[in-house]
């Protein structure tokens, strides 16, 4: 299986208090510091009841934050093909996601308000053809997440569990660790 639109979602801290004005502040001063022409506009669905919150569209991912099923937290969706094996592609998109998480909780517009559990994760495949929501793709995925998530707990347990065995749902994996370890040392050890 060559894993594709790779999706993570890190949940916001229960502690936190998402104001989705200061997310609009957020990434509009990442689109104007952007040395690129990756980023190219950003939608406020904020009205939406466990929607989308605010998305970052870019050419190559979509950021958001995110509150379906009424849970906060920090989308990643890739959309667009990645070179490497599955192991590489998915160090990658937790790299991506964790350190964009790491720029929230430093970012002043954000008031101190936000911070990510990197301990409660969701793994999704935005893909049906890729990863049909079967038991199939759950062992052939968990087979290759589990080794990346071990290193990045480094050697804390943790738990995988599908959300839905509902073939209508595309796949995805909530990720559950025994760790309190901070964003910045999961992505060292990513090694990134």
Known sequence: MDLQQINIKVFTTEDSKVNYTNFIKVFNRWMEEADSEDYLNYADYSHVDAGPGVLLILKQANYSIDNAYHEDGFLYNRKHAVEGDNADKIRQALAEVLSKC???????ELEDAVHFNGANLLFMINNRHIAPNTSETAASVEADLTPVLQQMYGGDDFTMERTSEDARERFALRVSANSD????????????
């Open 102 to 108: 790491e720029q929230l909780e430093a970012a002043a």
């Open 181 to 192: 370890k901070p964003i910045s040392e999961l992505l060292s050890n990513l090694g990134a």
